[in-house]
């Protein structure tokens, strides 16, 4: 069983910068591959950037690619979402999501999610 919970969210201007955490519990953390996943108002569940368990491996959906950085740090059971040059269409519900073996970009197939945080971005 893992227990997640995100933090870091908030309102924002074009351009600016925040950085998501998300706490997980559980002494086998390092074994769960993460994700984080968004979803605005009136659309559907989407990915935005996976990372396996070791951490040696990333992955970025292409709308964030080379402004989002995913990492994780084991000893204290975090992943983190670095979020740059934000746009006001990353505004969103941001979860973090734990799977077992490898990362995925479908949120359908993750086995625990966080309840999320707000990102607003204004223009």
């Known amino acids: 069983q893992v227990h997640i919970v995100e933090s870091g969210g908030g309102l924002v201007q074009a351009g600016d910068s925040l950085r998501l955490s998300c706490a997980a519990s559980g002494r086998t953390f390092s074994s769960y591959a993460m994700g984080w996943f968004r979803q605005a108002p009136g659309k559907e569940r989407e990915f935005v950037a996976a990372?396996?368990?070791?951490?040696?491996?990333?992955y970025y959906a292409d709308s964030v690619k080379g402004r989002f950085t995913i990492s994780r740090d084991n000893a204290k059971n975090t992943v983190y979402l670095q979020m740059n040059s934000l746009k006001p269409e990353d505004t969103a519900v941001y979860y973090c999501?734990?799977?077992?073996?490898?990362?995925?970009?479908?949120?359908?197939?993750?086995?625990?999610w966080g309840q999320g945080t707000q990102v607003t971005v204004s223009s």
């Open positions: 999501a734990a799977k077992t073996v490898v990362a995925s970009t479908r949120p359908e197939i993750y086995d625990y």
């Open positions: 990372i396996s368990w070791s951490g040696g491996s990333t």
